[in-house]
């Protein structure tokens, strides 16, 4: 995949490379701070001095929220430097440097001793590790009364149309049903909280920011692998005509 899942296993390609491509975007997947807050809203109240991590945390769109809203250090896990310096960049903009904490680490290893977490958060990565295998990981890092969100994309009928099956099952073979996940997280030893699943007009507005980054870029002569320009523009119509076939959901879970 490329732009569906922010380039975070692509490797640089040609000019500006994959990685630059999503750096200079405020979000690498798909979603707002309203559905960040939303999913967090689904929670129990956490206990005071909660221990807070988002894993894959790109350039911090969601780390940003939950460290605002949370009032509460957040641990921002990520395998690339340049994202983290961005990162850092934004959380001091807006005043929040002293509550977020970036690190360099690997998600299928990350840095955090078993049973440290009272919340591991995780927007559109967990497919880097499959879905399945991330949550099995992760919940070694949660306490026994930790709580995970994780979002991934998911479809949301039985039968979708062609152009978002032929993309899809090429792209992302593994992707399943919300009812598939959620018995496979409940089988990894999970309790589903509640669900919230990305409004189509989340997936336009992403069409938009990748549109609008490749305009800027070539604007100001800088040039990117054609072959992922092409695979980008398949997605940005993709994006635009989606419907309700499939999105990104959110699963809010406590540890069983």
């Known amino acids: 995949m490329t732009g569906a899942t922010g380039g975070k ?4 390609a040609g000019g500006i490379g994959i990685p630059g ?3 200079g975007l405020p979000r690498q997947f798909p979603g707002s701070e309203a559905d960040t807050l939303a999913a967090l809203g689904q929670l129990p109240s956490l206990p005071p001095s909660a221990c807070v991590a988002e894993f894959a ?4 769109a969601a780390t940003l929220a939950l460290a605002a809203r949370l009032e509460a250090p957040v641990l921002a896990l990520d395998p690339s430097a340049d994202f983290l310096a961005r990162l850092r960049q934004r959380a001091a903009a807006r005043g929040l440097g002293d509550r977020i904490e970036p690190v360099v680490g690997d998600l299928a290893n990350p840095p955090v001793p078993d049973g440290f977490l009272d919340l591991l958060w995780c927007e559109g990565a967990a497919y880097i590790l499959g879905f ?3 949550l099995v990981r992760w919940r070694a890092c949660l306490r026994p009364t930790g709580f995970a969100v994780v979002s991934e994309c998911s479809w949301l009928v039985p039968n979708p149309g062609l152009q978002a099956r032929t993309f899809w099952y090429a792209a992302y073979p593994a992707m399943r049903t919300v009812l598939e ?3 496979r997280a409940e089988g990894a030893g999970y309790e589903l909280l509640a669900t919230h699943i990305l ?3 989340r997936w336009a507005a992403w069409a938009d920011s990748l549109e609008g980054r490749l305009d800027a870029l070539a604007a100001r002569g800088e040039t990117l692998d054609p072959a992922f320009v092409r695979a980008l523009a398949r997605e940005i119509a993709l994006y635009r005509n989606t419907g309700e076939e499939f999105s990104a959901v959110y699963y809010v879970l406590a540890r069983k």
């Open 9 to 12: 296993t692509d490797p640089e």
């Open 181 to 183: 996940n959620i018995e």
């Open 57 to 60: 945390c790109g350039t911090g």
């Open 199 to 201: 409004p189509p007009d």
């Open 132 to 134: 399945d295998a991330a």
């Open 21 to 23: 491509f999503f750096a």
